[in-house]
């Protein structure tokens, strides 16, 4: 007993308490940018997975209070490690969208289907894996020529989701 409370009830109640938060996190979880030293979607798993253990090892095991804790901490522990390992950092590392970025855009070569006119603005399309995607592109140093349909250009910068590019001749012939 902790103050007149039974041990069970205070794993219980903190077992509710952090079920309710983690449902929130769940939901608003991607609204905040959690950048400190503890992070809740850790944190609150592992006071709901230790209130969890602690409280059926009271119940079940008749241990000594202490033992309990320790045990179901480290249960928790290795549980928030695996959700942590294989949920969390692969959900935070995977594209929200099967499409290339604007960034993974430049340095590729791309196909012109609009020509681009010297001091205009043409149509390139990239293709990649996942599809093919058409920008509008201008060149991004001053030309002499306009470059034809067809013709293949390298995309240097994109900016305001304009393609900057020069023409690419393909590779060296040996």
Known sequence: MIRGVPIETIYLYTLIVCAGIAVLLVIFGDIFDFDGPIDPMLAIPWLAFTSLFGYLGERLLGWDHLMVFLVSGAVASILVFFLNFYVLVPMKNAE???????????????????????????????????????????????????????????????????CYVVSY?????L
Request: charged residues 20%; hydrophobic residues 40%; negative net charge.
């Open 96 to 162: 929200s969208t099967l499409s290339i970025s604007e960034k993974d855009m430049e340095g590729n070569i791309a196909t012109v289907i609009t020509p681009i006119p010297v001091g205009g603005m043409g149509e390139i399309q990239l293709k990649s894996v996942t599809g093919s995607i058409s920008r509008p592109a201008a060149f991004y140093a001053p030309q002499d020529q306009l470059i034809e349909r067809g013709a293949q250009v390298l995309i240097i910068e994109i900016r305001e989701r304009v």
């Open 169 to 173: 001749e393909g590779s060296l012939q």
